[in-house]
């Protein structure tokens, strides 16, 4: 028997824009992002783009990459959406819509939106309103969210289901953050109000805009994941856990939501000020390695935090096991819980070794011996830990809500994929440093056998999408 939600009372029929149904809205959505990501490699190649840690982003490069990045996150508040089943059919339609817009108006706007000075008007003006209708997406899932309350029931009252609104209100707070600097980079100190602030913080415009720019861009990353980990979570029998298990996954549960309260504490107090969380356990040559402190919250609250919750569902023993009832979908819890493994390997392991040793890395020196290596990961880990792997685990969460026949091929797929790249990019940073040297060569390989998954996957959602417009 094929995997299905729990029922509750008056489910919602799944949602539609007119003709098409949610499975064609994603098939387009998911078509139209494979293109932009193969575009992605001729303006920023993963891994290799950047010279320096320190390196000023390239303006260009960045508003191009965020038409992925926006489409990713509104792929997750939809997949939200239809995994909670959010009684609102009309918040679900909104968001579709919205996601569908959003992503397209702010890749034509990366695509144009090319320099601050001089100012593309057209094309800075769909990226705003393709970045506001993404405020909007959030937003609407909130309101989706809390609807729900209408309907007392075991979701409600669940801890998924309020993580997912913690983190839903965490993107939205990173978000607005984004807004107000990207309002910085194009216009300055305008209004005078923005230059006052920043003064009466004991800084200056530009540093007060970099603060907001580091704090959107760590905060949104982490929301999102914790966003996944809640889906997850209730996807796959949360509610039906026992004994051990159970008290597993509750403890990585708390961990992300205390993890998600504090860095978002942390990143909105330090977008808007001076406040820079502390170093831990600094040492070395003016204490230079340590652990930043955001990194530490980050890390052990969503990131190990999340994978004992993972690892509660993995070892879910209960009579019931209805989300566990096909052998395909276990398939693909095990390959999200993997995908997640891998996303703490390389962002505690490799990232918290980094940190510890500064001294030889450099932390953006570009004078350190290990000033190339540090390069390296700080863009790895970034192409790969947060943009590679949540996009994967959204495939094989759509492949678990539509494709069951496809879920064994797209989570070996995904497994595979996601392990050749992690051997990749240690072997690159810590290794053989060098462009296209052994590290380089298992990355593109990796990143190879990911990309072959993804057109399985939207071959297999084509031949439904086809199916569908039959019936």
């Known amino acids: 028997m094929s995997m299905q939600v729990q029922p509750k009372p008056n489910t919602p029929v799944p949602a539609r824009i007119g003709p098409l149904s949610w499975n064609q809205a994603i098939l387009g959505l998911g078509i139209w992002l494979a293109l932009f990501a193969i575009g992605s490699l001729f303006i920023s190649n993963p891994f290799w783009d950047e010279t320096s840690a320190a390196a000023t982003p390239n303006y260009a490069h960045v508003m191009y990459l965020h038409g992925l990045l926006i489409g990713l996150a509104a792929l997750i508040v939809l997949v939200a959406c239809e995994v909670f089943q959010l009684h609102s059919n009309g918040v679900r339609v909104f968001s579709l819509i919205a996601a569908l817009l959003s992503t397209l108006l702010v890749s034509l706007g990366g695509i144009f939106d090319a320099s601050l000075q001089p100012v593309h008007w057209v ?8 970045f506001f209708l993404l405020d909007a997406i959030f937003i609407a899932m909130l309101v989706g969210f809390f609807m729900e309350l209408k309907h007392p029931s075991e979701t409600t ?39 006052a602030w920043a003064h009466l913080v004991g800084e200056k415009l530009s540093d007060f805009d970099g603060n907001l720019i580091t704090s959107h861009s760590h905060e949104i990353v982490v929301a999102l994941l914790a966003l996944l980990v809640a889906i997850m979570a209730h996807r796959f029998g ?107 390997l390389t962002m505690i392991g490799a990232g918290y070794y980094i940190e510890l040793h500064e001294a030889y890395f450099g932390a953006g020196s570009s004078s350190a011996p290990g000033a190339t290596a540090d390069a390296i990961f700080t863009f790895a880990h970034q192409d790969y830990a ?80 086809v199916k569908e417009a039959k019936a």
């Open 123 to 130: 094309w800075l003006i769909l990226h705003v309103i393709g």
């Open 157 to 195: 009252r669940s801890l998924p289901f309020w993580l997912a609104i913690l983190a839903g209100f965490s993107l939205e707070f990173a978000a607005l953050m984004g807004h107000l600097a990207g309002w910085i980079l194009s216009f300055g100190d305008h209004p005078a109000l923005l230059g």
């Open 238 to 344: 949360y509610s039906s856990l026992k004994a051990g298990a159970k008290t597993l996954a509750q403890v990585g549960g708390w961990f992300v939501i205390a993890g998600t309260i504090l860095m978002t504490v942390i990143y909105v107090v330090g977008g808007i000020t001076s406040a820079e969380p502390p170093t831990l356990f600094a040492f070395g040559p003016g204490g230079v390695s340590g652990l930043a402190g955001d990194d530490l919250v980050t890390g052990v609250g969503v990131m190990i935090g999340g994978l004992l919750l993972l690892l509660g569902l993995i070892l879910n023993k209960s009579e019931k096991r209805e989300a566990l009832e096909s052998q395909g979908t276990r398939y693909t819890l095990a390959a999200l819980v993997w995908s997640w493994l891998l996303l703490v």
């Open 386 to 465: 947060f943009f590679m792997l949540p996009a994967l685990m959204v495939v094989l969460l759509l492949t678990n809500l539509v494709m069951h026949s496809r879920e064994i091929t797209i989570a070996w797929g995904s497994m595979t994929g996601s392990f050749i790249t992690f051997i990749g990019v240690m072997t690159y940073v810590f290794a053989t440093p060098t462009i296209y040297s052994v590290g380089y060569i298992l990355c593109a390989i990796g990143v190879a056998v990911m990309f072959i998954t993804l057109l399985v996957f939207l071959q297999g959602l084509w031949k439904v999408s």
